[in-house]
């Protein structure tokens, strides 16, 4: 086992202790703690961070008893107003960042997410509780709010490579927007490609996406497995999604991205 990170995963479960919000998108099978240690400890990896579900809504009660019982693990909580000291008690107990919603088409953001307007409404409480913003968006979504993101007090992470369009390919605006917000250090990315090219014929196709993140900063990037890969079927294989990802990352970066990183980030 390294000091690595897997940097984005969910627990469900079980669902006699937990039980999902009546209001939500989607139903998932249990993902319990115990599996994704399990995943966890396959992957070698030693440390993992938990993103609250929208399946959950406004109830952490899964993500702070799992964060009590593993000091392996931090988390990121959806919530759509808050105060100062419940940010800073939440964090005292592992939770570091608020996951934000605002992606392109109707009816894609999930119920129980936290909307871009959200996040506007909570820029002071996040900054002064010391937590991270962490943005759930896609490359149609994102030039409109990149001039936004440039001035936030507080770390912004984007998951899933920014959601880019594998078939408007390296050049689009928004994926370019992803880019410049990137190089200039006012976002982190989370390094999960697969989501992005699960219609494409082969995950490769991702690479180039890849690669222009690695040259555009490293040290603004890390890496999640999107375990228990919600949605998709058949779902990947997680040991290969790490492998992939250090096959396409030169040697030298990939403890910058598993390790250094992610301890700068979630502390």
């Known amino acids: 086992m390294i000091a690595g990170w897997d940097c984005h995963a969910?627990?469900?479960?079980?669902?006699?202790?937990?039980?999902?919000?009546?209001?939500?998108?989607?139903?998932?099978?249990?993902?319990?703690?115990?599996?994704?240690?399990?995943?966890?400890?396959?992957?070698?990896?030693?440390?993992?961070?938990?993103?609250?579900?929208?399946?959950?809504?406004?109830?952490?009660?899964?993500?702070?008893?799992?964060?009590?019982?593993?000091?392996?693990?931090?988390?990121?909580?959806?919530t759509r107003n808050s105060?100062?000291?419940?940010?800073?008690?939440?964090?005292?107990?592992?939770?570091?960042?608020?996951?934000?919603?605002?992606?392109?088409?109707?009816?894609t953001n999930f119920a129980g997410s936290a909307s871009f307007a959200d996040l506007l409404g909570m820029k002071k409480v996040l900054a002064d509780a010391g937590m991270h913003a962490e943005l759930w968006t896609d490359c149609k979504a994102l030039p409109g709010i990149a001039a936004e993101l440039r001035h936030f007090p507080f770390p912004t992470v984007i998951d899933h490579m920014g959601g880019f369009d594998y078939q408007a390919g390296t050049s689009d605006e928004g994926f370019r927007?992803?880019?410049?917000?990137?190089?200039?250090?006012?976002?982190?990315?989370?390094?999960?490609?697969?989501?992005?090219?699960?219609?494409?014929?082969?995950?490769?196709?991702?690479?180039?996406?890849?690669?222009?993140?690695?040259?555009?900063?490293?040290?603004?990037?890390?890496?999640?497995?999107?375990?228990?890969?919600l949605n998709v079927k058949p779902a990947p294989d997680t040991v290969q999604l790490l492998q992939t990802f250090k096959e396409w990352t030169p040697e030298a970066l990939v403890p910058a991205i598993l390790v250094d990183n992610p301890e700068r980030l979630y502390h």
């Open 83 to 107: 105060t100062v000291s419940a940010l800073a008690e939440l964090r005292r107990n592992g939770v570091r960042g608020a996951r934000f919603s605002h992606r392109s088409g109707p009816g």
């Open 177 to 229: 927007a992803l880019l410049s917000l990137l190089e200039s250090g006012h976002v982190w990315v989370k390094l999960c490609s697969y989501r992005n090219v699960l219609r494409a014929p082969s995950i490769d196709l991702a690479k180039p996406f890849h690669d222009l993140m690695l040259a555009a900063n490293p040290g603004q990037l890390v890496w999640g497995s999107d375990w228990p890969h």
């Open 10 to 78: 969910h627990v469900f479960g079980p669902y006699e202790r937990f039980p999902l919000s009546a209001e939500r998108s989607y139903t998932p099978p249990d993902a319990p703690l115990e599996a994704y240690l399990a995943m966890l400890d396959r992957l070698a990896l030693a440390r993992g961070v938990l993103v609250h579900p929208s399946a959950y809504g406004d109830d952490h009660s899964l993500l702070r008893d799992v964060l009590a019982a593993e000091a392996r693990l931090r988390g990121v909580i959806v």
